[in-house]
């Protein structure tokens, strides 16, 4: 069963930065396509950055150049680091891994960023 569990969420001043963990020990995602979604207060879910399994990574125009998603598969880790953040990257950070063409989410992290 995937069992993602994020880390790495907090408050940060505009400018800052933060990474961004996702893991899970019960399963070997190597083979899986992963990604980070975030949601806003009062906002959709929009897709942030994907990871297919060879390490390819695609990401949302708004985060592009701010962003880089990386995984180890060593680890059963994805990542995502965040640089020069702004408020408007504020939300709630989640991972997910398809699975046999299933979505599956982790629990989410905040992140704030303050002005």
């Known amino acids: 069963q995937v069992h993602l569990v994020e880390s790495g969420g907090g408050l940060v001043q505009a400018g800052g930065s933060l990474r961004l963990s996702c893991s899970d020990s019960w399963r070997d995602f190597s083979i899986y396509a992963m990604g980070w979604s975030r949601q806003a207060a009062g906002k959709r879910r929009e897709l942030v950055a994907h990871?297919?399994?060879?390490?390819?990574?695609d990401y949302t125009d708004s985060v592009k150049g701010r962003f880089t998603a990386s995984r180890d598969n060593d680890k059963n880790t994805v990542y995502l680091q965040m640089n020069s953040l702004k408020p408007e990257d504020t939300a709630v950070y989640s991972c997910y891994a398809i699975v046999s063409g299933t979505p599956y989410w982790g629990q989410g992290t905040q992140v704030t960023v303050s002005s």
């Open positions: 990871i297919a399994s060879d390490g390819r990574t």
